[in-house]
């Protein structure tokens, strides 16, 4: 059982897949809490109903290993559709007591949490429901700030303009074929031989084929790939970037460089899905995303960062919900860019 300073117990519930917790664990951060983290792993068939059906009766509390084995948190953040039904269990178990939030639609209503988030571009709607434009990650602005104050000493000798170059992969909805491969690259070599600065980083889902053409592009002196060695300079290259280029495969990842105010050019592979569509168009009415098409257009814009809206839209309902149980009130750290 893991208490922060003000006694709250703290859980950050999920599957494990990576977007889903980083989601929950920066809502948790921004609200200057110190969650435990909670991964549910259903089998089937009950993997096969969720969000809808109940719990995995071998994840019970009681049993061994249960991921939501008691005490009861007082504040349950929970993302994706695997974690529902356990949401669900725990405000029961709990009897009432625990807060639950949720992160993204959950496919069951409104009614699932005491609060959900949910992007502009899912159609659930509610009282308590907030909908943003961008996701909550854990770049802030004092982040940034402090990225730009002390710059990193792998990227501080780079030319300008400064171009943070951030490569995702291969995912659900997207593939980068062989084609898609080269023309990315081809655009960051007429990048490269304008002068700027390139700084790039990869990501797990990466092709090989295109993390080796990245590492290529990197080997004069006015660029830099990281290799995976060393301090992540991810903040940094936010920080330090003149433009930014990403790769349209992470909605999370576009939101994070939305946090910089520099322009984004936007490289989509193939694929796609249509909720990126929206969620692109949306951004692009805002000024802050263009197509990537090999050199740098776009100008500055007011930082987009949804996360602190949506810790104090939590901070309001927690309190509510505090009060309505005659419990005393919790004064949190927000943390606020």
Not at 62 to 75: F, M, Q, R
Not at 129 to 140: K, S
């Amino acid at each position: 059982m893991l208490r922060d300073n003000s006694g709250l117990i703290t859980w950050v519930l999920s599957d494990g897949k990576a977007g889903d917790e980083l989601q929950g664990l920066s809502v948790a951060e921004a609200l200057g809490v110190k969650p435990e983290i909670r991964r549910v792993a259903p089998r089937t068939p009950f993997a096969w109903m969720m969000p809808w059906g109940p719990i995995d009766p071998r994840e019970r509390p009681g049993a061994p290993g249960s991921p939501i084995a008691p005490p009861y948190p007082d504040l349950l953040i929970a993302s994706g559709r695997r974690a529902v039904p356990y949401l669900r269990f725990v405000k029961r178990a709990s009897g009432g007591r625990a807060y639950t939030v949720f992160l993204k639609d959950p496919r069951t209503g409104p009614k699932t949490a005491d609060f959900i988030w949910s992007p502009e571009y899912d159609r659930l709607r509610g009282p308590n429901v907030l909908t943003t434009l961008t996701p909550p990650h854990r770049v802030c602005a004092s982040r940034i700030a402090a990225a730009r104050s002390r710059p990193d000493s792998r990227l501080a000798s780079l030319p300008h303009p400064r171009v943070a170059v951030l490569v995702g992969g291969d995912s659900r909805h997207h593939r980068f074929t062989d084609r898609d491969i080269a023309l990315f690259v081809e655009h960051l070599t007429a990048l490269a031989r304008t002068g700027a600065g390139l700084m790039i980083t990869a990501s797990r889902r990466t092709p090989p084929s295109l993390r080796d053409a990245l590492a290529g592009l990197s080997a004069g002196p006015g660029a830099f790939f990281w290799d995976g060695t060393g301090e992540n300079p991810y903040v940094a290259l936010l920080g330090l970037a003149d433009f930014i280029v990403a790769t349209a495969d992470s909605f999370n990842m576009i939101g994070e460089a939305a946090a910089s105010g520099r322009p984004i050019l936007v490289f989509e592979p193939s694929g796609g899905h249509p909720k990126l569509d929206v969620y692109m168009e949306r951004l692009k009415a805002h000024g802050i995303v263009h197509p990537f098409e090999g050199h740098l257009v776009g100008r500055p814009y007011e930082p987009l960062n949804s996360t602190p809206k949506i810790a104090a839209a939590i901070v309001r309902g927690f309190s509510l919900h505090r009060r309505s149980l005659g419990l005393p009130d919790i004064a949190f750290s927000l943390e606020i860019p």
